[in-house]
């Protein structure tokens, strides 16, 4: 059972928009900044958005993130068949004192 | 340019002690707001943070599985290790460095992973 939770799958058409979403508390991303990381099948993750709306360089304007209180989203716009992949979400826990992950969520591309 | 990678066995009997290495190079892990962690990944399953060791040497575990991890560093080497006590079948996963060189701070995350290598535990 992951500290953060994701729903586990999401899926889109080419083009399109959506929306992944992880949920916290107080002690994480209640009073910490939220990472995602993309794993492509078969590699390692990779970052994809730190400090809850930054971007890595390299990384496609098309990612973006954002965090209100305990939750946050990665948003991915203009879907593409190659960002099929699974979206994890991250953040420091004060009352564990580390790094706690989401459960992951599996994108679809249709 | 960052670059880790891990090294370590790939099959480990229940009960035996797991070391693995995580060999780095473009950085120094002598250098303020440097450390590097290790992530693990169950076959299909999520991504579970284990340790991390900064460049002060200080130290912070999984709090599930502190009593059997121990992080160290050889600065000199690039080098960190971890080693995992009393091993079992639930173990089994791909496990991960990665490289942080914004700790402390809130733009801290791991922004370049190694490889990962893979560890059964099996008899």
């Known amino acids: 059972q992951s500290v953060l939770t994701q729903p586990p799958s999401a899926s889109g058409t080419p083009g399109q928009r959506v929306t992944i979403s992880c949920s916290g508390s107080?002690?994480?991303?209640?009073?910490?900044?939220v990472n995602w990381y993309q794993q492509l099948p078969g590699t390692a993750p990779k970052l994809l958005i730190y400090s809850n709306n930054e971007r890595p360089s390299g990384v496609p304007d098309r990612f973006s993130g954002s965090k209100s209180g305990t939750s946050a989203s990665l948003a991915i716009s203009g879907l593409q068949s190659e960002d099929e992949a699974d979206y994890y979400c991250a953040a420091w826990d004060d009352s564990l004192n580390g790094w706690v992950f989401g459960g992951g969520t599996k994108l679809t591309v249709l | 340019q960052i670059t880790l990678k891990e090294s370590g066995p790939t099959l480990v009997k229940p009960t035996q002690t797991l070391t693995l290495t995580c060999t780095f190079s473009?950085?120094?892990?002598?250098?303020?707001?440097?450390?590097v962690g290790w992530i693990r990944q169950p076959p299909g399953k999520a991504l579970e943070w284990l340790a991390l060791i900064y460049w002060d040497d200080d130290k912070r575990y999984s709090p599930s599985l502190k009593s059997r991890l121990t992080i160290t560093k050889d600065t000199s080497k690039n080098q960190v290790v971890l080693t995992m006590t009393n091993m079992d079948p639930v173990d089994t996963a791909t496990y991960y460095c990665?490289?942080?060189?914004?700790?402390?701070?809130?733009?801290?995350?791991?922004?370049?992973w190694g490889q990962g290598t893979m560890v059964t535990v099996s008899s």
């Open positions: 473009g950085f120094s892990l002598s250098t303020s707001g440097v450390n």
């Open positions: 990665a490289h942080d060189g914004r700790a402390g701070t809130t733009r801290a995350a791991f922004d370049i």
């Open positions: 107080s002690s994480n991303i209640g009073s910490n900044t």
